[in-house]
């Protein structure tokens, strides 16, 4: 990487703006990794990679596969809000593994190991019950064998389980601290730092809160490290939920989430010290987080990151990590080589319905997706197309019928907030007769905290003048689906199955 170290004297947060809640990172030697809820999206648990702290690239999934039950392939059910959610990774020293740790459904408890972060991954074991909102750690310093320990709990309950010497079952667990009732905790993080053992579960959603002990079991202590701080993101809530980390070179930083809705929850970054008696301390700019910190000191990357912005043409056989699929693909209804082709693969007229959606995280504070079709195989009834994909969704879409085709903008795409089941499959505002084999279509998302925010839709023939098409779309500011929008593309079958699209390339820009 050339160029001046570090590159600026500061950063500013948040340090991605794309919804990645729920962090938890590690270090590795030089290398940071993140993991964060992915929800109903596939594959799951997203993993990032960064040696600064500051820049982000996505690496892989810990979660191949959601092959939980047959709804996650949008068979007899779906599962929106369900999937991969506050789960844990860790790397154990004493085998070289990475270890993820998940509870799904509020069941069972499921464990992913691999040799790296890029993968492979592989599901190891189940443990029949929940470790909810779990962290996991590996304790060098009180065991030659390094035994590996979960903090999990909610409602104001946490308790820890000390896994087997493999890391892969439990042998004992025992609640070690509660609130009575008074509020609630959840989202446990787990570490050993001179000689303590240190449990961080966020007040949710307003609070982080630090249990201290000299004993894995207890008894704990406790101290607010976050109650109702401003964020940086103005509009954004009060950010929690996150991961205490040291470097290399022995700062501490805290890596929490901020509330952003509609899109979603962002990741922030600030210094901590440690108070003489053994309590960290964020540190505060005017009484509240910075929006900006000295750049962590830390040594040159090896290369630049990843940018999250650019063309992608698909080139290659393999779909890079940044993507994930709307539920499991129906993988024999897909493939790539020189662009990705989208066999139907539902007959509906439901997009909540409709397998084989591939999804990109939008980017704030605003961005603009672009995506060309060759839509010269779509049969009639099909529906190809770019969402702005939530639990409330509009997108803009090529119809294509025996006589004709257009290019339509729907809205007005709704679920329930109980059940997740579909209670609008919206409604065409506006469509234009197109009769070109390959259209551009285009979505700009304004994803800024706060009501009003608006996507726009346009579409293209030549991919250089841009037409737009239909109403500005009012973004759904709701919390309860969790994930904030994302850019959907689409291909689903109304009449029959049969007709395909391919995407020849994908634009994400940022102003």
Sequence with gaps: MSGPWPPSATFSNPILWQDLPDDEIIRVDDVFYYTASNMHYSPGAPILRSWDLVNWEYV??????????????????????????????????????????????????????????????????TINNCYYDAGMMADYDDSADDTMYVAFGGGGDISVAQLSADGLSQVKTQQVYTTNGAYSLEGSHFFKYKGSYYITPT???????????????????????????????????????????????????????????????????????????????????NNAWGGSYPYPDLPRPPRATKPHTGTETFSGTTLAPEWEWNHNPDNTKWSINDGVTLKTATVTADLYAARNTLTRRSIGPESTSTVQLDISAMKDGDIAGLALLKHASAYVAV???????????????????????????????????????????????????????????????????????????TLNTDWQFFPGYRYGIFNFATTALGGSVTVKSFQLTVP
């Excluded at 290399?248 to 930083?253: I, R, V």
């Design 60 to 125: 892989g999934h810990a979660v191949p596969v959601l092959d939980f039950s047959s709804k996650y392939d949008l068979s007899g059910g779906q599962a929106y809000i369900k999937g991969t959610w506050a789960s844990s990774l860790h790397y154990r020293k004493s085998n070289k593994t990475f270890y993820f740790l998940g509870c799904i459904e509020f069941g069972k408890t499921y464990i992913y190991t691999a040799p790296a972060a890029e993968g492979p991954w592989q599901k190891k074991s």
């Design 203 to 285: 007040r949710p959603a307003d609070g982080e809160f630090v249990l201290k002990s000299s004993n894995v079991w207890g008894p704990y202590t406790s101290k607010a490290l976050i109650d109702k701080t401003k964020g940086p993101v103005a509009g954004g809530g009060t950010p929690h939920q996150g991961s205490l980390i040291q470097t290399q070179k022995g700062a501490w930083y805290y890596m929490g989430f901020q509330d952003a809705y509609p899109g979603g929850r962002i990741p922030v970054l600030a210094p901590v010290t440690w108070s003489a008696d053994g309590w960290p301390n964020r540190q505060l700019v």
């Design 399 to 473: 119809k294509k019928s025996a006589a004709s085709s257009k290019v339509a903008m729907v809205n007005g795409l709704t679920m329930n907030t109980s059940t997740w089941a579909t209670t609008s499959t919206g409604t065409e505002a506006a469509s234009s007769p197109i009769s070109s084999s390959t259209i551009w279509l285009r979505v700009t998302a304004d994803v800024r905290p706060g009501a009003g925010r608006q996507g726009k839709f346009s579409f293209s023939t030549d991919g250089v003048t841009f037409t737009s098409i239909g109403p500005a779309y």
